[in-house]
């Protein structure tokens, strides 16, 4: 098993498969992809020895990420690979769902079992002020599909942004009082190319907290897979509410993540310094070298980011590795 020297175990993989995005969000990418950089990411083969790596030394969930995973044409083959690797249990995708509706049952078909969708507002005109987009009536019908089709608890994500969607908590809550689909504000990060944006809306999601646990929320104890966030639940409420707050205390104690990005380089935190190339090892009959290559890393991981200090490492945008 994956295990670095502070006894973290890691279970649970976030891939990129391309760091292309067809969305402006202002907090990453607010003047849109530079298509000027090469693109040469990571091969179907080459992603099947590395899924098949990662699940030989117990890796157990696959998140697939971008950029906009939804742009790769192959994506479903991606999809089929992680189903058919022995020991993946979960595969999950995160997506700003601008094809959802049309593709979902494709995807649930080839194996997916997870889906986390971005939705900065609930309102049309705040939607595409923050994203660049005007289809948020087609994302959320295929929100709605996907739970008919058999994915539960569908996760969706929003960046939590002061001067933009702060004032629509509310709203999200009477959103999914009758729907099964939690809801996970996230605290803005910090990155190369977003400082003065960071600087005028990030919040700290700590008095959100405070206000659900006062209003009878519950705190739910975490499946050993789950990501970072503390997700709350309400008995008058079908869906749930959750909070990824980076900058809390000890948000790093209990990591259990991978990043590999989509040039193929390993990345033991999302604000590392520097990735590690893996893609040497990544031929059809590299699966145990890179396996040796994976635990040669371990070593190096650190034992948490240091955000609180302004550091963010070698991420200029989130789009690099899908957060």
Not at 144 to 164: E, H, M, R, S, Y
Not at 186 to 205: C, P, Q, R
Not at 270 to 293: K, M, N, S
Request: charged share 20%; proline share 3%.
């Amino acid at each position: 098993m994956l295990q670095d020297n502070f006894g973290r175990k890691f279970e649970y993989l976030r891939l990129s498969i391309t760091d292309v995005c067809n969305f402006s969000c202002n907090y990453c990418l607010p003047d849109g992809y530079d298509c000027s950089g090469a693109r040469d990411f990571l091969t179907v083969p080459e992603i099947k020895t590395l899924v098949s790596a990662f699940a030989k030394l117990g890796m157990k969930k696959i998140r697939i990420t971008g950029g906009e995973p939804g742009l790769r044409k192959d994506l479903t083959d991606i999809i089929r690979i992680c189903r058919d690797t022995p020991g993946i249990e979960q595969i999950a995708i995160t997506t700003n769902g601008f094809n959802l509706e049309k593709k979902i049952a494709e995807w649930i078909d080839a194996g997916l079992t997870h889906l986390n969708v971005s939705a900065d507002s609930l309102d049309p005109r705040l939607f595409q002020a923050i994203t660049g987009q005007q289809n948020l009536e087609s994302i959320l019908r295929g929100v709605d599909k996907a739970t008919l089709l058999g994915i539960n608890n569908v996760k969706i994500n929003a960046v939590l942004l002061k001067t933009f969607n702060l004032g629509q908590i509310d709203q999200y809550l009477t959103w999914i009082k009758h729907k099964p689909v939690t809801v996970r504000f996230i605290e803005l990060m910090e990155t190369g190319n977003n400082k003065e944006y960071f600087a005028d809306n990030h919040v700290s999601g700590e008095f959100i907290k405070q206000n659900l646990l006062a209003k009878g929320w519950t705190q739910v104890i975490k499946d050993k897979l789950a990501g970072p966030a503390q997700e709350f639940y309400h008995p008058e409420s079908k869906g749930r509410f959750g909070l990824i707050m980076p900058y809390s205390t000890d948000f790093c104690k209990s990591c259990n993540r991978l990043r590999v990005a989509s040039n193929g380089n390993l990345h033991l935190c999302l604000f590392a310094e520097q990735g590690i190339d893996l893609r040497p090892y990544l031929t059809e009959d590299g699966v145990d070298q890179t396996c040796d290559a994976l635990l040669a890393a371990m070593t190096n991981k650190v034992v948490g980011h240091e955000l609180a200090k302004n550091f963010t490492g070698a991420t200029t945008h989130l789009a690099m590795l899908g957060g």
